[in-house]
């Protein structure tokens, strides 16, 4: 096989650290194909984008371990890519989780109140007849939080009378969210955070649910209405930032004229000196041979974790290893640098002795460079070994694989 060149780069998995790939590439000068399939971890998260795994402290429940200024600082290219992208903006910053844990960041949804500058003011919470939603428990438990207590901020709980028909209670989040992107609803919204606002004018700022619309436009014109800042708490998942995730995604391969293309890859296989796919669809018309796309100069696989399904895990095998990738093809799997392709699941290492989540920490074995085997095969994001879960930890091994290329 000869050297990987930045031609023709085929991205496997539409994630951040799949899109990351696709916008390096692109700027590198290579055409990319991107593949993908249902949502991933990505499109699942809360609209927090760390660098290192954030933790709540286990006594407590609240604060979390280290804080935002503790986070190794983001590379010029990787900042650059969160412009391009659009979505999370930079910035470390402090915000409120929607069990009401407080909790730092370096980048975020830009709909995510940060409390950092609000320190020692009244927030007020929206309080609003959700089956999802406790406006009054999470203004408690926000205002029990040890950064509450040290900082002497103080959680106001408040009526918010958006709901207009019974089934907006039990209706998901992000479609609540969708209703707001509608001239109509967004006037209810303003009007009731302006009567709010008037009724308590000691209020610093205002702390909704995600439910601030799915458009970027409806949060910045609900930003802008009011003279204190407003916005929400983290999304669970499946809500709003997924979908405003998959939103900037889309805008950005469109600008980059990058191919991508909603398919599930079953295979990856050596072709004329690169690579090829084969994609379920293609696959299913029979002929293996004419299934094949590419060829591709370098693949870049980005299907992420166990979450969203880029690895299987399934122990007791009586033959390889437990882990399984979702795609066919030749990689070896590791935890902590140690191979895993021993008989069985865990054979050859007790998992207890392990601390944390041992299954998230296996992966694709990979150099630094997340070289994952032959030349121009390389493994990115959650799917890796020895990289930490992370939003921004996906995006900066994919930014670095691609400036292994060649
Ligand atoms: C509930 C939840 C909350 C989280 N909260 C945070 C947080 O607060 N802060 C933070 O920094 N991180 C958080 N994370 C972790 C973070 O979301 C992930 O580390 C990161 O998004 C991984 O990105 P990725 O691109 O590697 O994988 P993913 O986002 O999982 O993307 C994988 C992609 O590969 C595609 N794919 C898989 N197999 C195939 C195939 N065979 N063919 C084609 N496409 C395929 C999938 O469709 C998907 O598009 C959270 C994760 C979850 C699940």
Do not use: N
């Not at 790939?21 to 590198?28: C, E, I, L, N």
């Not at 207590?149 to 709901?163: A, K």
């Not at 970027?216 to 800042?229: D, R, S, Y």
């Amino acid at each position: 096989m000869t050297a990987p060149k930045i031609e023709h780069v085929a991205v496997i998995g539409g994630g951040v650290a799949g899109v990351a790939a696709a916008w390096a590439a692109h700027a590198r000068g290579a055409r990319v194909s991107l593949y993908y399939g249902p949502a991933g971890a990505t499109e699942l998260a809360s609209g927090a984008a760390d660098l290192e795994p954030w933790a709540p402290a286990p006594a407590h429940g609240e604060d979390g371990v280290g804080s935002a200024e503790d986070e190794g600082a983001l590379t010029p290219t990787e900042r650059e890519f969160l412009r391009a992208l659009g979505y999370w903006c930079e910035g470390p910053a402090r915000i409120a989780t929607r069990v009401g844990v407080v909790r730092p960041c370096l980048a975020r949804d830009p709909a995510l109140l940060d409390l950092e500058p609000l320190a020692g003011s009244i927030i007020g919470v929206a309080c609003v007849e959700r089956d999802d939603w406790d406006g009054a428990a999470l203004a408690r438990t926000l205002e029990s939080s040890t950064w509450a207590g040290r900082t002497g901020t103080r959680f106001r709980p408040e009526p918010l009378g958006i709901l207009l028909e019974g089934y907006e209670r039990r209706i998901p989040a992000a479609d609540f969210a969708a209703l707001f992107d509608e001239q109509r609803r967004r006037s209810l919204l303003l009007d009731e955070l302006r009567g709010w606002r008037s009724r308590m004018p000691e209020l610093g700022a205002i702390l909704c649910g995600p439910w601030l619309g799915l458009e970027a436009t409806t949060l910045q014109e609900v930003q802008g209405a009011l003279p204190v800042p407003v916005g929400e708490c983290t999304s669970a998942p499946g809500g709003v930032a997924g979908l405003r995730f998959a939103a900037a995604r889309a805008r950005l391969l469109q600008r980059l004229g990058v191919e991508s293309q909603p398919e599930w890859v079953e295979r990856v296989r050596p072709a004329r000196g690169g690579w090829e796919l084969v994609t379920a669809s293609a696959a299913s018309t029979g002929s293996a041979a004419a299934a094949a796309v590419g060829p591709f100069s370098c693949v870049v696989l980005a299907v992420g974790g166990l979450v969203s399904g880029g690895i299987e895990f399934t122990p007791r095998q009586e033959t390889g290893s437990a882990f399984r990738l979702c795609v066919d093809v030749p990689v070896q799997f590791s935890i902590d640098g140690e191979p895993l392709e021993q008989v069985s699941s865990c054979y050859g290492f007790d998992p207890m002795t392990l601390r944390g989540a041992w299954i998230e920490r296996a992966g694709v074995h990979v150099d630094r460079a997340g070289r994952a085997g032959p030349r121009g095969l390389f493994a990115v994001g959650d799917v890796a070994a020895g990289r930490p879960r992370t939003v921004l930890a996906a995006a900066r091994s994919a930014i670095k694989a691609v400036g292994a290329i060649g």
